[in-house]
Nanobody, 115 residues
Framework: QVQLVESGGGLVQAGGSLTLSCAAS????????MGWYRQAPGKQRELVAD???????NYADSVKGRFTISRDNAMSTVYLQMNNLKPEDTARYFC?????????WGKGTLVTVSS
């Protein structure tokens, strides 16, 4: 089992930056990939970015060139650097970890971007 705790959300003006962090605990040595998803009110949860233990990275088209995902070597922490934020980035951001084909989720952190 893996436990995930997100931090770093908040209120920021359009064009600003935030960095989200996700701390994993438990069986982190079995994590194959970690990622960030977001869910805006009334919308489905969507992938923002993910990164595998091997370092392969995938971004949603809407955040390419603005967001950067990174992790530490132990896969115990994953970060999401978000630059040039837009009002449409407003959502609850969830950390995810994949282990043995199962997704584990944190409770999320709220990001609000004002125009």
């Amino acid at each position: 089992q893996v436990q995930l705790v997100e931090s770093g959300g908040g209120l920021v003006q359009a064009g600003g930056s935030l960095t989200l962090s996700c701390a994993a605990s438990g069986s982190i040595f079995s994590i194959n990939a970690m990622g960030w998803y977001r869910q805006a009110p009334g919308k489905q949860r969507e992938l923002v970015a993910d990164i595998t233990r091997a370092g392969n990275i995938n971004y949603a088209d809407s955040v390419k060139g603005r967001f950067t995902i990174s992790r530490d070597n132990a896969m115990s922490t994953v970060y999401l650097q978000m630059n040039n934020l837009k009002p449409e980035d407003t959502a609850r951001y969830f950390c995810s970890a994949v282990m043995y084909g199962l997704n584990y989720w944190g409770k999320g952190t709220l990001v609000t971007v004002s125009s």
